[in-house]
């Protein structure tokens, strides 16, 4: 029998979720300075690629998260969509061409993707086996580090690409990724490290499409998670042309708004935990969203980078909720397939990519970010709407031990 390794797996995976956040957020506050700014797209160009991307990746998400309850290693899948994310990000740094950008995030970055939310996969399987008093825990405590990133990063890609190359920030996340992939080339030496949980087995005669039935109420909420994710996404968009376009901001206050929104959200995912006890997850989800409608009107009315700093509390607050507990909430989605539940988390995000970028194309193709933004408050009023009217019951259970 072959010796096993006593590895440190919570250090390990609360470094590898630091560096998953590095991805994330040396890239996305520049995503569209880099295709429209930077590159020429038009955005209407640019919110094509990324929609097309976007449906491409909800078709890898799908496959992978079916796939990764039913083989018996899930580290095998995190290794390859890591790599995928290495190959994505050197992509753009290395060239620099619209073709370049459009191949990246056609391609490449659909697999790429997959990372996050198989990795969560991978937690919530892992500390489900080990320690599964504490795995919804672990979860909202390593999505914390992942925020973390958030709070260092930017400010830091922004000083690289204002000193150097914006193209710069996307090396960035190519290394990171190099050490996400190490981390789990490594614990896959040690084979207790490979966990897995059986699926429940479908009844006799059901058909292959009955894995993926949802409850009305459940496919509304995960409806209006898409529909609030896609209005964080215009603002994600549209916010850092807003900084350079019509607040006279640089490429450093860029990474400051996404640092400063990061900074709040760590102690805002912390008073959530806490009104999760004593409420539902709906009712959060739904609050979270009417806040960051009023955060988007704010912004699309301030006239100063420090008026719109100091709405960023709302927009942290927000973006903690839809972010964080969206994670649990999606997770209990399919009863007894962890992998797949949690890979609607990506599908979540590509269908948000998909509808924000194709808005963010429509609303900015005359240049007016603040209209953008206000329409984008209503897109998330939607999403609060879709998620009341699928779930009354559960609204009315106001406090989770009350019914």
């Known amino acids: 029998m072959a010796r096993t390794l006593r590895m440190p797996v919570t250090p390990m995976l609360a470094t590898s979720m630091f560096f998953s956040g590095i991805t994330y957020a040396a890239t996305i506050p520049y995503a569209s300075l880099v295709g429209v ?42 290794l390859l969509s890591t790599l995928a994310g290495v190959a994505a990000n050197f992509t753009v740094y290395a060239v620099p061409t619209q073709f370049g950008f459009a191949f990246s995030a056609i391609v490449l970055m659909p697999l790429a993707g997959a990372s996050f ?55 960035m996340a190519a290394l990171a990724y190099v050490v ?35 409850p009305l109420s459940t496919l509304g909420g995960l409806i209006s998670l898409a529909v609030m994710t896609a209005a964080a996404r215009i603002l994600t968009f549209t916010v850092p042309l807003l900084i350079v376009t019509n607040l006279g901001g640089s490429l450093p206050d860029v990474g400051f708004y996404a640092a400063i929104t990061a900074a709040i959200e760590v102690p805002s995912l912390l008073i959530w935990g806490w009104l999760g006890m004593r ?47 969206n994670i649990s909430y999606v997770q209990e989605a399919i009863k007894g397939r962890v992998g797949l539940s949690t890979s609607l988390l990506d599908v979540i995000a590509i269908s948000a990519n998909l509808m924000g970028a ?7 193709s005359g240049g007016d970010y603040r209209f953008a933004l206000m329409v984008g408050a209503g897109v998330a009023v939607l999403g609060v709407v879709i998620m009341v009217g699928a779930n009354v019951k559960r609204l009315r259970l106001l406090p989770v031990n009350g019914g």
């Open 279 to 325: 409420f539902t997850k709906e009712i959060l989800l739904a609050s979270a969203g009417v806040i960051l409608a009023l955060f988007m009107l704010s912004a699309a009315m301030s006239q100063s980078l420090p008026m719109l700093y100091w709405l960023l509390i709302l927009n942290g607050f927000a973006t903690a909720a839809l972010m964080g507990l």
């Open 180 to 214: 996400i992939g190490a981390i789990f080339a490594l614990m896959m030496v040690d084979p207790t490290t490979a966990v897995q949980m059986p699926p429940p087995v479908r009844a006799e005669g059901a058909s292959l499409l009955s894995t993926f039935a949802l």
């Open 37 to 78: 700014d930077t590159l020429g797209m038009s955005p209407g160009v640019f919110a094509t690629i990324m929609a097309i991307g976007g449906v491409v990746g909800t078709l890898v998400s799908l496959f992978l998260g079916y796939i990764s309850d039913k083989i018996k290693d899930r580290r095998g899948l995190l």
């Open 117 to 171: 939310s198989q990795c969560f996969a991978y937690i919530r399987v892992f500390y489900a086996k080990n320690a599964p008093a504490r795995a919804d825990f672990m979860v909202t405590t390593l999505r914390s580090v992942f925020t973390a990133a958030w709070v260092i990063v930017p400010p830091l890609a922004g000083w690289v690409a204002a000193e150097f190359s914006i193209f710069n920030v996307y090396l």
């Open 358 to 364: 194709t808005a963010f194309g429509v609303l900015t």
